[in-house]
């Protein structure tokens, strides 16, 4: 599966910024889709997970109640919608896919779940 990212910018601390991926390639559906990002110095992290019709869901604790990962199916599309955004948000997105019939938060928080990735996109917040 292909995986092509879009959405990143620059934003103001406290305002919000949509990215998306699109898929493309083997049925969509057949993978859990998570959001990485990657700062400056820092590790590849987890940021949010979705499964595979949208029902299951995972936010890292920096992320959660300001942001919202969804999917679309018939659009072969996962979304990350960002609200709240913080300086220490800035990064690089990196959306990835994992073939995968069991939703183990253990194993989906680890990049080395992911059999594809995106490109990455950038988000920039400033303060």
């Known amino acids: 599966v292909q995986l092509q990212a879009s959405g990143g910018g620059l934003v103001q601390a406290g305002g919000s910024l949509s990215v998306s991926c699109a898929a493309s390639g083997r049925a969509f559906n057949d993978y859990v889709m998570g959001w990485f990002r990657q700062a400056p110095g820092k590790e590849r992290e987890i940021v949010a997970a979705v499964g595979w019709r949208g029902a299951s869901t995972y936010y890292a604790d920096s992320v959660k109640g300001r942001f919202t990962i969804s999917r679309d199916n018939t659009k072969n599309t996962v979304y990350l919608q960002m609200d709240s955004l913080k300086p220490e948000d800035t990064a690089i997105y990196y959306c990835?896919?994992?073939?995968?019939?069991?939703?183990?938060?253990?194993?989906?928080?680890?990049?080395?779940?992911?059999?594809?990735w995106g490109q990455g996109t950038l988000v920039t917040v400033s303060s």
């Open positions: 990835a896919a994992a073939l995968t019939g069991i939703w183990n938060t253990a194993g989906l928080i680890r990049a080395g779940t992911y059999n594809y």
